[in-house]
């Protein structure tokens, strides 16, 4: 397809793709829609950033105009199930937009704001629900809502609900959809469970894929400065004022460590903000207009941004951290250099553990990035180069074969959280008992359940050696 025209999509849907200036169709939209639109169950293999929601908000919308029938109360028609709030939030205004001229009774059930709004805004029946799984499981609990009318199921970054532990509340709330339904299943990769869950929800399912584009991470420069623990604050503030920034994304492991970030940033006149599990939705919704609009340049995240959060305008990424999951790093830049523009990513490294983590991050990108030494004489550790020796320009730009740099990310049932964590998998040296300096339950992602692309033929992804699964049994219901 070259045009979304050629979809045949309902005019009322035409004209609102005119308006928002969609004109060619993205590789897996092509792809997706015309499946869709004859009621065919979907399984998709794509980043976020590829234009995945339209793909599967249209031929929803054109199905929904084809038999236009009336809401029970409490029910919905069309159900779709994200990890985080922000990404409901955006899926919903999606659907709000393509749907302007069809007068689409649309909601959102995420948590993080009061149950009893949304129970209000249930209750004559709404044609989209686009909710989290915790909030989604409360309402049904509380007889808030009713799934028995279910007709389109969409699951995105199913993957990402695996890492967040959200798994059993999805085949949970499966179990409570009426069988007869169309399911559009989308992550953007495929582990062994994300495969059996894919198989166990959709019937006869085509699948559709989107090879991870090099050239986004090409325009990537990545930069690794090694420096000593107590000097990053200082750094980055240095590189803050230094650097030609538009708009920053720094990460931190930890909700505290965002926090102090973003005090310390204060203290030499930079103005940054924090979002992170501990904020309220509506800071969290403050802290991030402020960031789109340009009012603050400067946000400071915890891996709850990695995905789901689209904000044009980032010219640089700062891990102040790095991250203990090489898959996560990736997810990170991936906020730069988007919509063909160039991006920054800069990592401060301090003390062995980190510097393991790297090497992971090496290895997964296939690429030895260049290093900048800015720790004081003396203290500077042994641990090992890399394999490959690393380059002397002062940028690298790689491509991970089988990940996009458009991914997005963001434990337990908290969708506000981070991803629940195993833990690092090295111990850390060095770092005492500081509190500060560790991760928070839900704040560290946990590694990526291993697996090949099972029961998804004609997809190749990367294969990384399968780990033992060391996450204790929970025997608690998780923090909604």
């Known amino acids: 397809m ?23 169709p993205t590789p897996i939209q092509a792809q997706t829609v015309p499946l869709a639109m004859t009621g065919r169950d979907v399984v998709g293999i794509a980043q976020t950033g590829t234009g995945k929601t339209a793909a599967f908000a249209l031929p929803i919308l054109h199905r929904i105009l084809e038999n236009r029938v009336r809401v029970q109360p409490k029910s919905c028609r069309v159900l779709v199930l994200s990890p985080t709030r922000e990404l409901s939030g955006q899926i919903l205004d999606s659907f709000n937009a393509y749907g302007r001229h069809i007068r689409l009774t649309s909601t959102l059930a995420i948590g993080g704001v009061p149950m ?29 809502l009713k799934l028995g009318q279910v007709e389109f ?106 926090d102090k970030v973003v005090k310390g940033l204060a203290k030499v006149g930079i103005r940054a903000d924090a979002i992170h599990g ?38 640089h990424v700062f891990n102040f951290d790095l991250p203990n999951v090489p898959e996560t790093y990736v997810h990170r830049i ?38 900048e030494d800015r720790r004081t004489p003396g203290t500077r550790d042994t641990a090992p180069a890399p394999s490959q020796k690393p380059s002397q320009n002062r940028g690298a730009r790689s491509a991970p ?40 339950r839900h704040e560290s992602p946990r590694p990526a359940q291993g697996g090949n692309s099972e029961g998804i033929q004609g997809v190749a992804f990367l294969h990384r050696e399968s780990r033992p699964n060391t996450q204790p049994n929970r025997t608690h219901r998780p923090q909604r």
């Open 2 to 24: 070259t045009s979304f025209q050629d979809f045949g999509l309902a005019d009322p849907i035409s004209r609102a793709l005119k308006e928002e200036n969609y004109l060619t």
């Open 116 to 144: 009893g709004r949304q129970v209000r805004s249930l209750m004559q029946g709404v044609e989209v629900l686009v909710a989290t799984p915790g909030r989604l499981l409360d309402l049904v609990q509380s007889n808030g």
């Open 153 to 258: 199921l969409v699951l995105d970054e199913a993957d990402r609900m695996l890492d967040m532990g959200f798994i059993n509340d999805i085949r949970k709330i499966v179990g409570k959809l009426p069988i007869k339904r169309q399911t559009l299943f989308f992550s953007a990769t495929m582990p062994k469970d994300i495969a059996e869950l894919a198989e166990a929800m959709l019937r006869d399912p085509a699948r559709v894929a989107v090879t991870p584009v090099a050239s986004t991470v090409e325009r990537i420069t990545q930069r690794i400065i090694q420096v000593d623990f107590a000097a990053k604050a200082g750094i980055l503030a240095q590189l803050l004022k230094q650097e030609p920034v538009d708009r920053a994304l720094i990460f931190t492991r930890t909700k505290h460590g965002a």
């Open 278 to 315: 501990n904020k309220s939705q509506n800071n969290r919704e403050r802290a991030l207009a402020a960031f789109r609009s340009g009012e603050i340049r400067t946000l400071v995240a915890t891996d709850i941004a990695a995905r789901g959060i689209d904000v044009d305008g980032i010219s």
């Open 334 to 371: 991936g906020r730069t250099a988007r919509a063909g523009a160039e991006g920054v990513a800069i990592s401060l490294i301090a003390g062995a553990e980190e510097m393991g983590y790297l090497r992971d991050i090496e290895r997964l990108i296939r690429v030895a990035l260049p290093r």
């Open 401 to 440: 074969r089988g990940h996009a740099a458009n991914g997005h990310s963001h434990g337990g049932r908290s969708h506000e959280q981070s991803p629940g964590s195993k833990g690092p998998r090295r111990p850390r040296r060095g770092g005492g008992n500081n509190a500060a300096s560790q991760p928070t």
